[in-house]
C-alpha cells in the first residue's frame, strides 16, 4: 500500500486517525522547529500554523524551503485570519497555499487527496547527488562514481535517509524512527543487520569508506 505521511505544526492535528482510500494510507506527523525527522517518501504534504509555540508560521516556512529535501514540498500555511496581508507574507515566506484555520481532518485530507496527481509528477526523478554519490529516489538506485550499489529495498532507504543527513551521527533510533519502524524494539538491533548490509554494497562498488561508525553512538554518512 502506497503511504503519504501528512507534517503539521499543530499537536492536535498530529494525532488525527490514519485515513485509508483506495491504495493509498494518509497519516499525521507532528512537525516540530527543526523539520521533519523522518524519511521523506513521495512529495511532503506539510501544514504550518500561523503562530507556533518556538517559533513564527513564516520562519518555520522559511526554514523548509532552505532545507534541500523540501524544495518540492507542498506547504499550507494555516491563518488565524483571512487577512490579505497575511496571505501575502505567508506565500512570500514560501508557502505554496494557505487556508484559514482550524482545520478538521476532513479538511486536511480533501487538500492532499486534491494535490496527489500533481504531487506524482513533480516527484518523478527525483535524484540526490552529493560527491561521487547519486541515488535516484523514484528508480531506487544508487550509485558511486558510476558503479550500482547492490542493495535491499531497507537498505536503499537508510542509506537515502543518510544521504539527507550527511556528516552528522544518526543514532539507531533515529534510524529506526527514519524508516517508521518505531515501536518494535527489535527493530533496534535489525538497524545493525542494515548497516552491515549497506557497508557491504558500499564495499562493492568501493565506497565502503564513507560510512562511519562513531562507538557508542551511531553512524554517520560522510559525504563532501
Not at 534510524?175 to 548490509?197: E, F, S
Request: one cysteine or more; hydrophobic letters at 40%; aromatic letters at 6%.
Amino acid at each position: 500500500m502506497k503511504r503519504v505521511k501528512i507534517f503539521t505544526s499543530n499537536p492536535d492535528a498530529a494525532r488525527f486517525a490514519e485515513f485509508a482510500h483506495g491504495d493509498t494510507a494518509y497519516s499525521f506527523e507532528l512537525l516540530g522547529p527543526d523539520g521533519p525527522r523522518k524519511l521523506i517518501e513521495g512529495q511532503a504534504q506539510i501544514f504550518v500554523d500561523w503562530v507556533m509555540p518556538d517559533l513564527s508560521g513564516l520562519e518555520m516556512c522559511r526554514r523548509l524551503r532552505a532545507d534541500a529535501r523540501l524544495q518540492d514540498a507542498h506547504v499550507t500555511m494555516v491563518l488565524e485570519r483571512d487577512d490579505s496581508d497575511d496571505r501575502r507574507r505567508a506565500l512570500k515566506a514560501g508557502a505554496d497555499d494557505y487556508a484559514v484555520g482550524p482545520l478538521d481532518r476532513s479538511a486536511m485530507l480533501d487538500r492532499v487527496m486534491a494535490l496527489q496527481p500533481a504531487s506524482a509528477a513533480r516527484t518523478a526523478g527525483q535524484v540526490i547527488s552529493a560527491g561521487g554519490l547519486h541515488i535516484n529516489v523514484t528508480g531506487e538506485q544508487a550509485l558511486w562514481q558510476g558503479s550500482l550499489v547492490p542493495l535491499r529495498p531497507n537498505e536503499f532507504r537508510v542509506l537515502r535517509y543518510m544521504a539527507e543527513n550527511p556528516n552528522r551521527v544518526l543514532t539507531r533510533k533515529d534510524l529506526v524512527d527514519a524508516l517508521g519502524k518505531a515501536g518494535d524494539p527489535d527493530y533496534l538491533r535489525t538497524v545493525d543487520v542494515w548497516i552491515k548490509r549497506l557497508r557491504f554494497g558500499l564495499r562493492g562498488a568501493g565506497a565502503d569508506h564513507l560510512l562511519r561508525t562513531v562507538h557508542g553512538k551511531g553512524y554517520v554518512l560522510d559525504l563532501t
